[in-house]
């Protein structure tokens, strides 16, 4: 469903215009695919699967955070053959249009990107505070400079070396890897969620203008739910939740209630935390006496 909305809101805010999207994926043709192949098939546009080997992946240590998808995006360049593409993870809402974006002067640079200003451990990389560290949840591939350097492959070798190193999978590999070689894009084109829970910090510390970090709050092109809870579930205040609700049910896989809706978790994100301390301390009592 995540990808549906990223996709449905793409098409929807670039009318008349059309795409080739590629899908990369484990399954080279699964069922589940078909509404969103129809859906894009009638809005104009077409969709591509290519699937990735996972035993190429199989090396990898994986956390309960990532999963063996998120690397996926390291083999783009051997798997579309396009000299430039515009990557989005799937929990992204496009919220305007692209073209700007998409005819952005990258120089030689492989990649362009959003800094993620919450990373400030620069060391653990190697890298400083002049040469930041990116979001990889959007990024401009400009693939022929991307497979000069080899980059997929690199990135893999630093993840397989230094595993220790990567919290944020391949993101902290292909930072580590471009040492500040990637184009600076401003924050609009990937308004991340802990961004508009902290605006004091991103005013402050960014070395963007305050005119930039308001254009992105208040309008912002691309909206990456970074986090958690995620927009399709419960829970959560997101200011932009009910716009990607919005979308959603315009699009084939429309539904009324949150992907996780369950009795209990519906308790659970409505509860307020102090009525959940006073049950988690009861049932720690309970615990005690029953142990005594």
């Given at each position: 469903m995540p990808a549906t909305v990223t996709i449905f809101s793409l098409l929807k805010n670039h009318p008349g215009q059309s795409f080739k999207i590629y899908l990369i994926l484990a399954e080279s043709n699964p069922e589940w695919m078909e509404p969103l192949l129809k859906m894009v098939q009638n809005l104009g546009s077409e969709v591509i699967i290519k699937s990735v080997d996972l035993d190429l992946l199989s090396h990898i240590k994986l956390n309960e955070h990532f999963t063996l998808a998120t690397y996926f995006r390291l083999f783009a360049a051997n798997l579309i053959e396009e000299p430039k593409a515009l990557y989005l993870d799937s929990d992204?809402?496009?919220?305007?249009?692209?073209?700007?974006?998409?005819?952005?002067?990258?120089?030689?640079?492989?990649?362009?990107?959003?800094?993620?200003?919450?990373?400030?451990?620069?060391?653990?990389?190697?890298?400083?505070?002049?040469?930041?560290?990116?979001?990889?949840?959007?990024?401009?591939?400009?693939?022929?400079?991307?497979?000069?350097?080899?980059?997929?492959?690199?990135?893999?070798?630093y993840i397989t070396e230094f595993p220790e190193k990567i919290l944020f999978a391949d993101q902290c590999g292909l930072n580590a890897v471009l040492q500040g070689n990637w184009y600076h894009l401003p924050p609009k084109w990937n308004l991340q969620s802990h961004e508009i829970q902290d605006t004091e910090f991103i005013f402050n510390k960014s070395y963007f203008s305050k005119n930039d970090w308001n254009e992105a709050l208040n309008q912002p092109k691309i909206i990456h739910f970074t986090g958690l809870p995620k927009p399709w579930n419960l829970g959560g205040n997101h200011p932009y939740k009910p716009l990607y609700w919005h979308y959603l049910k315009q699009s084939p896989l429309s539904r009324k209630l949150p992907l996780n809706f369950t009795l209990t978790n519906l308790l659970k994100a409505n509860v307020p935390l102090p009525m959940k301390k006073l049950y988690w301390r009861y049932l720690s009592n309970r615990k005690v006496k029953s142990n005594g």
């Amino acid at each position: 469903m995540p990808a549906t909305v990223t996709i449905f809101s793409l098409l929807k805010n670039h009318p008349g215009q059309s795409f080739k999207i590629y899908l990369i994926l484990a399954e080279s043709n699964p069922e589940w695919m078909e509404p969103l192949l129809k859906m894009v098939q009638n809005l104009g546009s077409e969709v591509i699967i290519k699937s990735v080997d996972l035993d190429l992946l199989s090396h990898i240590k994986l956390n309960e955070h990532f999963t063996l998808a998120t690397y996926f995006r390291l083999f783009a360049a051997n798997l579309i053959e396009e000299p430039k593409a515009l990557y989005l993870d799937s929990d992204i809402l496009i919220n305007g249009d692209l073209t700007e974006l998409w005819e952005t002067d990258l120089g030689d640079y492989p990649i362009a990107a959003v800094q993620d200003f919450f990373i400030d451990d620069f060391h653990r990389l190697d890298l400083s505070i002049h040469t930041g560290y990116f979001n990889s949840g959007v990024m401009v591939l400009q693939l022929n400079e991307w497979r000069k350097l080899d980059l997929g492959n690199t990135t893999m070798e630093y993840i397989t070396e230094f595993p220790e190193k990567i919290l944020f999978a391949d993101q902290c590999g292909l930072n580590a890897v471009l040492q500040g070689n990637w184009y600076h894009l401003p924050p609009k084109w990937n308004l991340q969620s802990h961004e508009i829970q902290d605006t004091e910090f991103i005013f402050n510390k960014s070395y963007f203008s305050k005119n930039d970090w308001n254009e992105a709050l208040n309008q912002p092109k691309i909206i990456h739910f970074t986090g958690l809870p995620k927009p399709w579930n419960l829970g959560g205040n997101h200011p932009y939740k009910p716009l990607y609700w919005h979308y959603l049910k315009q699009s084939p896989l429309s539904r009324k209630l949150p992907l996780n809706f369950t009795l209990t978790n519906l308790l659970k994100a409505n509860v307020p935390l102090p009525m959940k301390k006073l049950y988690w301390r009861y049932l720690s009592n309970r615990k005690v006496k029953s142990n005594g």
